[in-house]
C-alpha cells in the first residue's frame, strides 16, 4: 500500500496498467517485454489467476516511463496494437499525475463525508474533488470551508428523475468516480449505468447481513455481537453491488442504537476512506460480481 | 473472564446467580442484604438494565458461601421466598463444583470436536463430558483417547424421529448443555424444545449472512472480504437462534472456497470455545431472542 | 457504553460513584442500602476485585438521584460520613449534568485534535472544552472554527518553566482534564503533579514498544507486523503512565514510515477518542501503574 | 493464500522461485522470458522493490513446467546461467512436491506442538514431520499418536553442548525447517548458525514488547490492554530475529495472568501455524533484520 510510487517528481512519469483476459501462457512476458522495449521500469506487480489452467488472469502494474519516450495517447495504441488486442484484454492505462476527478454525494450525516474532505486536504487522497452535491442544503458551510463548491439538489417525491438530470448536469466531466457519503436518496438504473463500477458507496452494515434501511436497528434486534460496515460498486440491486471492503468493532448487550450509530459511524469513516483510496489508486478490478483488490 | 473465582479449594462454596426482571428500585438493595446476612461475600457483580425507568434488570453474581451455614437447597427456598418471588424474578443460582454435564454432538469435521475435547482436557473449560454422539463412525478412535464414551447413532432418511429417540436415551441426566461442534442433522422442534437456551451450535458464517447450508461457498459468490463464525442457541428457526459470540478475519480474492473452510476452522472452533465457556461460567441470559452475556 | 444513561431529562439526576478500597463483606449491601434510603435507583453497576480474599475493591456505579431530595454537596457528605469512612474508601461522586471542563494541547499534526473537536461538536464528547494550547501557531484558524479559544504558548529552548507557567495561567480553572492531543513536548514533573491522573496523553505506538521518538520509523527498522496507538496518562516516566487503552492495524513491507503514519493516524485517533470519553464517563480507576476500566 | 497452487495432480510440475537482487529495468522481462521459453505458465508473481530507482527487487512466483522438459537441477543450471548470474540474484527455486522435512521442538507446554500436528496430519501443513525433539519425556505419547518419532533429550546445567550434539545428529538431513512450539532453552550461537532463517520460534508476546521470561506476566504489570503473540526467526540476539507473524487479542483488567495464559496461547497457535506455513510455502523472504511476506 506504498504511497510512495505515486509521487512523480523525477523526469519520469508513472503509469499504472490493469489487465483482465482469460489466462494464457506468455502473458507476463509479453507485457514485460513491451514495457522493457518502450524503456519502462515496473515498480509493482501483482497479478491473480482464479484457475492454474483456463482461469481468468488479472494483473496491476506500476511502471516509471521515460517522459521523453511517447506520448500517452501513442504508448497506449501501441499496447492496444502489440499486447491487448492479441490476448483479447480488458485493459486500462492511467497516470497518477492526471488526478481522478471526484464527486460526493451526501445527505445529512456529515462524519462520512467530512472524513474523505480532510484525508484529501491532508494529501491522503489523491484526487481532485470537484464537488459535494446534496439533497439537502446543511452542510454547506462544512463543505465550502475545503473550498469545494456545494450543490443543493433537493430530491421531491416523484420528481426523481428531474433532480437526477440535474445532478448529471453538474457532474458532467466533473467525475471520474462519484462517491455515496452516507447519501440515503437510492439512484435509478439509468443514473447508475453511466458510472458502472465509477459510484462507490458506504453501507453500515456487515454486509449481506441487513440490506436496506435501518441496519443498526436490524443488528440491535437480532442480537449480533459485531457490527460492520461495507464499501461497495453500486449496481440496481439495493445494496448487492460487488464489496470492496468491509470492517467490524465488537458490540455488546450494552450498546444501544443510538452507541451502534456512533461506533459503527468510526468504521464507516474507515471503511470508505479505504475503498476510495484504492479505487484511485487503479487497484480494483470488478469480476463476476466480486472486486480482485490489489492492496 | 477470570479464572480464578472458579476455583473452591477454601472452606467456602462459590456460588453464581443469574437474575431477570422488571427494573425497580432496591433490587440490589435486597439481593445484597440478604446475601451479606448469610455471610456471603460477593466477588463480582455485573449488571445490564435495557432502560433506567421501566426497563428489564439483568444481573450476574458470584459470591463466597461459608460451608457451615446452610444446604443449597436451602439457601436456595430462602431466597426465592426472601428476594425472588418479591421481584417476580426469574432466576438460578448454581454452583460451579457441581459440574454441568455436557454432550457433545459432531457429524465427520473434528476441528471444533477435538478443540473442545482438547480444553477441557487442559482444564479450560469447567464441565464433565458425558458422551459424544454422532451420526458417523469415522471420529470414535479420537474420541476415546479423551477416555469419553463414543455413540454412533446414524440418522437414516426418512427415520430421523427413531435416530432422536435414541439420543435423546443416551442423553437421559447426561446432558446439562449439548454441543453441536459440526453436526449436520437439523434437529426436530421436538428435541429442541427440550433443551431450550440449552443447545449451542456453531454456525461457520457471521449471521444472519449466509444462513443455511455451505455458507463458505455462499461468501465466495458474494465476494465478502471478512469472514466469520457464529455461536448461537438452537431454537426452530434454522440459524435462527439467539447470538452468544461470533468473529470474522479478514480474506482476499486469492481464497479459494478451501482456504475459507481452512482459514474459517480456526475461528469456528475459537467462537464455539468462547461460547461454551461462558455458558458453562453461567455468563448468558437469554431475552427476547438475542443473549445478555457478562463476559 | 451506553450514552443512553447520561441523559438527564427526567426531574432525575443522575449521578456517578467510583470507589476503591480494601475488599471486604458487606461492602454493596452498604453502598445499596444507603443509596436505596436516599431513594435513588442503580441504573448501571460494575464491580471488580483483585482477589476473592484480601484483595483490593473497585467498583462504578451510576444512579438517579430524585432532585428535590438533598443538594449534591450535602449527598455527598453524608456518603462520605455512612459509607466511605467506614471502609477507609478512595472514592468520587460526579454529576454528568456538570460537565468536565477540557482543555486540549496539541503541536502541529491536526489528526487526534480535530477528533476530538468533531466528536465534541456532534455531542459525542460530555464535556466542555475551554480552550486549545499550542506551541505552534499553524491550528488557530481550524480550533477558532469551533468556537474554541486558541493560545499559542511557544516553548523556546532553555525557557520551558515560563512556558508552562503561563500555560497553567491559562489552564487555572479552565481544566479537569488535559488531552495531549499529539504535543509533542515533554511536560516538567512539575507540571505533571499538578494534574495527577488528569493528562491522557496519546502515542503512537503499541507501548511499551517503541517508547520517545519516531515510533513509526522504529517500528518499521525492526519490521513488525502490526502497529498500534496507546492512549495513557501522563506521569514523570516517558511514555510509561498507566494505560488506557490500545489498538492496532495489521502492516506489510509494502508499507513506507509515510504509509504507517498514515494508516496509524487513523488508529490514534479512535484510541484517543474512546480513552477521552471512558474519562469523561468516569469510568477509570488507576491502580498500581495500570488502569481499571469499567467501559 | 490459495492452497489450489499446491497440487500437482497434473503432467505438470508446480515450482516456485524466490529472488532477491538490486532493482533494475528489464528484471521481469528476463525472468518471464525464460521461463516462457522454458514451457513454463506463471501461475503467481509477487513482487516487492524498497524504493522505485536504486531499491532492492523481491520476487516470487509460482509456475507449471511441463515434466517433460527439464529435469530440476538442469532448469535450475539453466536458470542460473541465463538470469540470476546476469543480476547477481539471492535466489531459490523449489518444487512443492518435494515436502520440506520438519523437526518440531518442545518442552512441556503442548499446545502450539498440538496445533501444528493436527492441521499437518489434516493436510493443511506440506511437509513431512520427521521427528519431535523435547528436554522433557512428558509429551512422548500425545506425539507418537501421529506417528511421528519423540526424542527426549534433556538439556542439564552446564551441559548444552552434549545436548545439542546430541540433537543436532538427529536433525542430520531431518530438517529443513525447525519449530521451537514453545521450546524454552535458548540456542547456542553455534546451532543457530546452522540453521540461519530456518528456527521460526513464537514468542508469547507482541514483540518488541517483552523480550526474555514471563511476558504474561509482565504485561499484566504493564497493564496492556492487548496481548500478542509473535512468530520469528531465530537469530543469537534473544527474541529479536526478523519477524514473520505477529497478532494480538483485547484483554481488560478482569484477566489474571493464568487467563492471559489461557487466552494468549490461542493466539500463539494460530499465529505459529500461519509463520510456518507461509514458510513451507516459500513465502517469505528475509532482508537487513526484518521479512518481505508474500501472503
Known amino acids: 500500500m506504498s504511497s510512495t510510487d505515486t ?9 499504472r496498467l490493469l489487465v483482465r483476459c482469460s489466462d494464457k501462457p506468455g502473458i507476463v512476458a509479453t507485457i514485460s517485454n513491451f514495457l522493457y522495449n518502450h524503456g519502462a521500469n515496473i515498480t509493482a506487480l501483482d497479478q491473480h489467476s482464479t484457475d492454474p489452467t483456463g482461469g481468468t488472469f488479472f494483473m496491476r502494474l506500476e511502471f516509471q516511463l521515460p517522459h521523453a519516450e511517447l506520448p500517452p495517447s501513442v504508448f497506449d495504441r501501441s499496447f492496444k496494437r502489440a499486447v491487448a488486442d492479441r490476448y483479447d484484454m480488458d485493459w486500462r492505462i492511467s497516470y497518477p499525475a492526471d488526478l ?6 451526501v445527505s445529512k450525516y456529515d462524519h462520512a463525508l467530512l472524513e474523505l474532505l480532510w484525508r484529501w486536504s491532508r494529501d491522503e487522497l489523491p484526487a481532485e474533488v470537484t464537488c459535494v452535491i446534496s439533497n439537502h442544503p446543511d452542510l454547506r458551510e ?10 443543493h439538489v433537493p ?10 438530470a440535474k445532478m448529471l448536469e453538474i457532474l458532467k466531466e ?12 437510492i439512484l ?4 447508475v449505468e453511466r458510472y458502472t463500477n465509477r459510484i462507490i458507496n458506504i453501507h453500515h452494515s456487515f454486509l449481506p447481513a441487513f440490506v436496506g434501511a435501518g441496519p443498526y436497528r436490524q443488528a440491535a434486534t437480532r442480537g449480533v455481537k459485531r457490527i460492520g ?18 470492517d467490524v468493532i465488537r458490540v455488546t448487550h450494552r450498546d444501544s442504537v443510538r452507541d451502534l450509530k456512533e461506533r459503527g459511524g468510526s468504521i464507516e ?3 470508505l476512506a479505504r475503498a476510495v483510496k484504492w479505487h484511485l489508486e487503479d487497484r480494483i478490478i470488478v469480476h463476476q460480481g466480486t472486486t480482485v483488490v490489489f492492496a
Chains 1, 2, 3, 4 share one sequence.
Not at 509521487?7 to 503509469?15: E, I, L
Not at 435509478?188 to 443514473?191: C, K, S
Open 7 to 15: 509521487t512523480d517528481s523525477s523526469p519520469q512519469r508513472t503509469a
Open 142 to 151: 462544512s463543505v465550502e470551508r475545503f473550498d469545494v463548491p456545494y450543490h
Open 155 to 164: 430530491v421531491e417525491k416523484g420528481r426523481k428523475a428531474e433532480a437526477e
Open 188 to 191: 435509478t438504473g439509468d443514473f
Open 229 to 246: 460496515a461495507t464499501a461497495h460498486y453500486v449496481t440496481e440491486e439495493l445494496d448487492g453491488g460487488p464489496i470492496i471492503e468491509q
Open 269 to 271: 469513516r474507515d471503511v
Open 174 to 185: 466533473q467525475a471520474d468516480l462519484i462517491v455515496l457519503a452516507r447519501y440515503m436518496q
Open 100 to 105: 481522478k476527478k471526484v464527486a460526493l454525494l
